[in-house]
């Protein structure tokens, strides 16, 4: 069973950085899809940024040129830096997964696709 468990979140004024992390244990093979998902108050939860099988990358295009994942294959974890914050980008933060032995990064940006999701970190940004 394939565990995630985010951190990195907290309270960050606006155009400041944050970096997310993720956490994944329980699955031998690392060449799997990952994403970060997000969700704000009164919102749909929307993904953000995902890497798909074959280590290519895909954005939401509000966060495009502002926010990088990345995946480390060697230590099973995934990143978000996150640049540039604005107010909006205040949510909480969700890593997923898939086990799928090909996905796509616009295919894993559809949480439809995420069979395994992290608990969340909160992200909040003051103006």
């Known amino acids: 069973q394939l565990q995630l468990v985010e951190s990195g979140g907290g309270p960050v004024q606006a155009g400041g950085s944050l970096k997310l992390s993720c956490a994944a244990s329980g699955y031998t093979y690392s060449t799997y899809s990952m994403a970060w998902f997000r969700q704000a108050p009164g919102k749909d939860r929307e993904g953000v940024a995902a890497?798909?099988?074959?280590?290519?990358?895909s954005y939401a295009d509000s966060v495009k040129g502002r926010f990088t994942i990345s995946k480390d294959n060697a230590k099973n974890t995934l990143s978000l830096q996150m640049n540039s914050l604005k107010p909006e980008d205040t949510a909480m933060y969700y890593c997923?997964?898939?086990?799928?032995?090909?996905?796509?990064?616009?295919?894993?940006?559809?949480?439809?696709?995420?069979?395994?999701w992290g608990k969340g970190t909160l992200v909040y940004i003051s103006s």
């Open positions: 890497i798909g099988t074959d280590g290519s990358t």
């Open positions: 997923a997964a898939d086990l799928a032995l090909s996905m796509t990064a616009s295919q894993a940006l559809s949480q439809e696709n995420m069979d395994y």
